[in-house]
């Protein structure tokens, strides 16, 4: 037996708490935008668990994406959805979600649209499970996405508050154990139009990188090579706004399945 010290490579947990204060000041300072007010509460986007994660060293990737027949008529996708370290690829953490035609929602009923709904959910999921999830808590903001937040929770908001935009302090450093007050936080307008339109542009976003990635699985099928950033920028050239760029991806999608179906029917 010896005296020995072992030296590991392992962070201990104090390291791993200051390293998550350290990112949690950054994330406060640059990406509060990203952050809806819904019924008093603040909760985060995706788009906010996505810049979040980058600084983890992780990143989401779309593990199934199913269609779910229903006996309504309804129009129903099932994702899956992973978070993967960059450097390696390692899976961290899974979420898995569901979006119908048939809810009451922004995102309208198109299938691309619900299908996009399904992936942004299991996004949230995913990242909720994964080790960065601390970030919130230490934020004192909700960790579950705004775009699962049901519409109705946005209506009484909308009469309640007021359009001016409301600033509040963050902790952030240590002191004695906890968080004391270092930097400020503004938040984004508590308006119902300002929560709805940055609900919006999120929404679009996630559905101009779903049907970027369509586009680029039905090139491969045809026997392109088509990365879905270079669909994406394809459609974004010339656009005049992100509406029109989604519109250009649905007819790629469209056009790209009609000559899937003629390859199928010539092999017959």
């Not at 359009?163 to 902790?171: D, E, G, L, P």
């Not at 002191?175 to 940055?198: I, Q």
């Not at 990635?213 to 099928?221: C, G, L, P, R, Y």
Request: aromatic share 4%.
């Amino acid at each position: 037996m010896t005296n020995e010290i072992v030296i590991t490579d392992q962070p201990t947990p104090l390291a791993q708490i200051q390293k998550a204060r350290a990112i949690a000041k950054e994330i406060a300072a640059t990406v509060s935008h990203l952050i809806v007010r819904i019924s008093q509460r603040e909760y985060p986007t995706v788009s906010w668990w996505q810049s979040v994660a980058w600084a983890f060293n992780f990143t989401s990737t779309e593990v199934e994406v199913v269609k779910v027949v229903t006996d309504d008529g309804s129009v129903e996708y099932m994702a899956v959805v992973a978070i993967v370290r960059i450097d390696t690829g390692e899976t961290v953490s899974r979420g898995s979600a569901i979006a119908s035609s048939a809810e009451r929602a922004p995102w309208g009923r198109a299938a691309f649209s619900v299908r996009s709904m399904a992936i942004t959910r299991a996004t949230g999921r995913a990242y909720r499970h994964s080790p960065c999830a601390i970030i919130p808590h230490l934020l004192k903001i909700e960790a579950t996405p705004a775009e699962e937040m049901p519409i109705e929770s946005l209506q009484p908001e909308a009469k309640a508050l007021p359009a001016a935009t409301t600033a509040t302090s963050v902790t952030l450093e240590r002191d004695r154990g906890d968080l004391a007050p270092c930097a400020r936080w503004t938040k984004p307008s508590s308006g119902s139009s300002s929560v709805m339109a940055l609900l919006k542009q999120s929404q679009l976003d996630e559905q101009i990188a779903g049907l970027a990635e369509q586009v680029s699985e039905i090139a491969k099928e045809l026997g392109h090579k088509i990365s879905a950033a270079s669909a994406q920028a394809a459609a974004e050239k010339g656009s005049t706004s992100r509406e029109d760029v989604r519109d250009r991806l649905v007819a790629k999608v469209a056009t790209g399945h009609s000559k899937i179906s003629e390859k199928k029917a010539g092999k017959k």
